[in-house]
């Protein structure tokens, strides 16, 4: 199958077994061998033909026919599913610290009292772990690459018509700084 398909990507670019073998570094005879299925690429020179095609090195072994990557949509998780995972603990705990981080620093300049619960998430238990993400959080979205994203809660019209307002009682300096840590 890899020979197979290195042939036709490579007839695809309209390159000679020349043109392939000098863009990867080996010579002609090379390139030879491997289309018609007598040598096969080391691990390295494969990666290296999947990169200059734009394919992945499942395509060129046939182990897929879809050249792409195929992106997984992502997986949405309940809190208390998502508790479940070490890995999510840890991406939560260094969320909130983060969190944390940004509101001391807001609170720096002004008097507010900031009472934020968690100094150490990984030594709540994971009754207190999901009480406290529950109050911010509806659920987790998991995506295949490893990735967790906490998906915040919907704010009432109630609640978002009061923390605008609160917003705007801010001096202008302050709402553009927070705007800015929100939105980039």
Avoid: C
Avoid at 3 to 21: F, G, I, N, V, Y
Avoid at 73 to 97: C, G, V
Wanted: glycine letters at 4%.
């Amino acid at each position: 199958m890899f020979a197979k398909r290195l042939q036709l990507l490579r007839q695809e670019m309209k390159w000679t077994q020349s043109d392939l073998a000098e863009k990867l570094g080996v010579s002609k005879s090379t390139i030879g061998m491997y289309e018609l299925g007598n040598r096969t690429p080391d691990n390295e020179l494969l990666v290296a033909i999947a990169e200059l095609f734009k394919v992945t090195t499942d395509y060129l072994l046939g182990r897929t026919d879809h050249p792409r990557a195929i992106k997984l949509p992502p997986t949405i998780l309940t809190l208390e599913d998502a508790l479940n995972d070490k890995r999510f603990i840890q991406f939560a705990s260094d969320y909130l610290a983060m969190i944390q981080t940004a509101a001391r620093e807001l609170a720096k300049d002004r008097a507010l009292a900031v009472s934020i619960a968690f100094e150490d998430f990984q030594s709540l238990d994971r009754e207190q772990q999901l009480r406290l993400l529950s109050k911010a959080f509806d659920s987790v979205s998991y995506e295949s690459g490893g990735n967790f994203k906490l998906i915040p809660k919907r704010l009432s019209s109630e609640s978002s018509k009061e923390l605008l307002e609160k917003l705007k009682s801010l001096p202008q300096e302050e709402q553009q700084a927070i705007l800015k840590q929100l939105y980039g």
